[in-house]
């Protein structure tokens, strides 16, 4: 969904995301291509503006995850932020010594046009650091790698902050980053709206419900569900209901659950979870290149090809940095 949406956003025919502001002006064209009749720009649209909420999907799970395990154990919060960084450079760290060998290779840069920019060695260290989003005028080394810097921030609040704290206090904090984000976008402040939500503190209610639902499992019937979808799909046109979008895109991924239980969906969506850190770390690279090579093929079928080669690259990317750590015992 998120690599698909990645592709396709490039298109001009296709309408761009709100994922880090509210953009009246993506907002009508997404409202045109549904309108438009075309069955394949429909479907390609839906990718494009839509596939960005796969991120608040990873956030609630990252939350839920993080408090299935951490809650009641004994290990300190140094070891768990020391880990998840460990975790996070496992994948980041092999792509990143792979970036500079090819920038100063002397050759066509095969990863990434960015290559060029001479500030690749201090972007390397904002990156690494989960540091870059802080630069939130930017997007550097990989667009999509934005989101390592913003998780590994929640994976710090999370130990620092919120692993003992009480429902009130998480309910507060849902309440507060709403509260702030709709202030700023009713004032017209959409900078630091995209700002907020370029890092972590955007991101907090979604990460927030995660934990929340971790600790007291609730059933949700058909009826709230369809409610929620309903309320979904008007948050993509308000601007106030588009600040808890991306909680209210929970719901239609519970109406699509039954779906996902069953064989043989199960297992493509369990074989898909486990390339996904490795899918995060290189589908920017190969779309650079499908891009370049493939403008003479119509989207959808580029958009193919593309995802094909992505899950390929991650498969191999992947197997050789399980092989390496075993052997190295990582």
């Not at 298109?11 to 880090?20: D, G, W």
């Not at 290990?75 to 980041?92: C, G, T």
């Not at 972590?200 to 709230?224: A, D, E, K, M, N």
């Not at 390339?275 to 193919?304: C, K, Y």
Request: with cysteine; net charge positive.
């Amino acid at each position: 969904m998120i690599i698909l949406h990645n592709y396709f956003h490039t298109f001009p025919e296709f309408p761009p995301e709100c994922e880090f502001k509210y953009a009246p002006e993506n907002v009508s064209r997404f409202t045109e291509a549904m309108l438009s009749g075309n069955l394949r720009i429909i479907i390609l649209s839906l990718f494009s503006f839509l596939g960005h909420y796969g991120v608040s999907i990873f956030v609630f799970v990252s939350g839920y995850g993080l408090s299935k395990c951490y809650d009641h154990s004994g290990e300190s919060k140094w070891y768990i932020i020391l880990r998840r960084a460990i975790q996070l450079w496992k994948w980041l760290v092999p792509m990143a010594l792979l970036l500079i060998l090819d920038r100063y290779s002397g050759y066509t840069h095969f990863t990434y046009a960015y290559l060029g920019n001479n500030k690749i060695w201090t972007d390397m260290l904002f990156m690494l650091t989960f540091t870059a989003n802080g630069l939130a005028d930017r997007f550097i080394i990989a667009g999509p790698w934005w989101y390592f810097g913003m998780a590994f921030l929640l994976y710090v609040i999370y130990a620092l902050f919120l692993r003992k704290s009480s429902d009130k206090v998480l309910w507060g904090i849902i309440a507060g980053v709403w509260t702030l984000l709709i202030v700023l976008s009713s004032l017209g402040l959409d900078n630091w709206v995209f700002a907020f939500r370029y890092n972590s503190i955007g991101w907090l209610p979604v990460f927030c419900v995660g934990i929340l639902l971790s600790r007291h499992p609730v059933y949700i019937s058909w009826r709230w569900i369809s409610l929620g979808v309903v309320l979904f799909v008007l948050s993509l046109f308000n601007r106030y209901l588009w600040v808890v979008s991306p909680i209210l895109a929970l719901f239609p991924v519970a109406a699509v659950l039954p779906l996902a239980r069953k064989e043989p969906l199960q297992n493509v969506l369990l074989f898909m979870g486990k390339l996904s850190a490795a899918l995060f770390v290189t589908h920017a690279f190969v779309r650079q290149q499908v891009l370049a090579h493939d403008q003479a093929l119509p989207p959808e079928i580029s958009g193919l090809l593309y995802l094909l080669l992505c899950i390929v690259v991650a498969w191999v990317y992947r197997l050789c940095l399980t092989c390496f750590y075993k052997k190295i015992h990582l």
